[in-house]
């Protein structure tokens, strides 16, 4: 048997058994033994777990949305959205701002909507 | 002339070769099969578990020219996450087996994350998040499968917890109801005789 193993963006890896049915893929590279493919997966591997965990750590860190909710902090947010003139935003956001008591969940709320997290 | 009769059944003609089906097969669909994870209060860095494999194993059909070639579906199951005050990564990796072997591997094929991180740095009585999600699918083939073969999906998890704030903790179990179609098809399909 003969064995490739692709390298592909963010850690990510294609790898298999080649034969004339199942050609190895452009650009994948090849090894003649088992152990040679198992080295070569080992030695990725580590390049692998730091490739995927920048590429998440990157896409939490990078704002998506040109808006100025995104640097605000909490106690910022909380004090926009109590302002009588930002009240529509807050509704726009589904936000109920007439209960005081859910203040503190219209700060995460809101940190979360501009986080893409909920 | 052979002519297929109302049962569906062939009848045998002296110079036809028939490729015995039946050419679909389905997995069972699994329980849990990552178990619980530790319960994590620090980063734990990118974890990766053994390869679990996807309920059961299935067998290729027997064709006259010893192989057909073979298609995959597979569906990662549920996967439930309880976190809170961190953040979670969690990636799945498949790969497809025949005859027991490692044919095609696939990693980072599934994406998932969550972050329950908070901008005050007092966050008291905060309770546990549970999400459920599903784990997505996973499409593969192989040409030229033996006839006989036996064929299985196999996935492992890899996961990262980390971003901990004060009182945070995370955990996660998953690949419920967990399973993988196989589709065979013959390798030469006779339209007609002239």
């Known amino acids: ?118 | 002339m052979s002519q297929q009769s109302s049962s569906n059944s062939i009848e045998e003609t002296p110079d036809q070769e028939v490729c015995e089906g039946a050419f679909v097969q389905r997995t069972g669909r699994t329980g849990w099969v990552f178990p619980w994870t530790a319960i994590a209060t620090a980063n734990t860095g990118t974890i990766t578990d053994d390869w679990v494999q996807i309920s059961t194993t299935e067998i290729a059909p027997t064709c006259p020219s010893g192989f057909s070639d073979l298609s995959v579906n597979v569906f990662a199951g549920n996967h439930r996450f309880d976190f809170r005050l961190c953040r979670i990564y969690h990636w799945i990796d498949f790969r497809l087996m025949v005859n027991g072997v490692a044919v095609l591997t696939e990693t980072l094929d599934h994406y998932e994350y969550l972050d329950d991180r908070h901008g005050t740095s007092a966050v008291t009585g905060h309770p546990n998040q549970l999400e459920i999600r599903t784990g997505g699918s996973w499409f593969a083939e192989r040409k030229n499968v033996p006839s006989g073969a036996t064929v299985s999906v196999e996935m492992r998890r890899k996961y990262n917890f980390n971003a901990f704030q004060t009182s945070g903790s995370a955990r996660s179990i998953g690949g419920l109801r967990s399973k993988a179609l196989f589709n065979f098809s013959p390798r030469n399909i006779v339209t007609g005789r002239q």
């Open chain 1, 1 to 118: 048997m003969k064995f490739y193993l692709l390298e592909e963006d963010f850690g990510g890896a294609k790898i298999g058994v080649i034969d004339d049915s199942n050609p190895a893929p452009e650009g994948a590279r090849l090894f003649k033994t088992e152990k040679e493919l198992k080295d070569a997966e080992e030695a990725y591997q580590k390049v692998s777990d730091k490739e995927s965990v920048k590429f998440m750590d990157e896409l939490f860190e990078e704002p998506t949305i040109e808006d100025p909710y995104v640097s605000m902090t909490v106690d910022e947010m909380r004090k926009f959205t109590t302002k009588p003139e930002n009240f529509a935003k807050s509704q726009e956001l589904g936000l109920d701002t007439k209960k005081s008591w859910a203040e503190k969940r219209i700060c995460e709320a809101i940190y979360k909507h501009f986080n893409h997290t909920n």
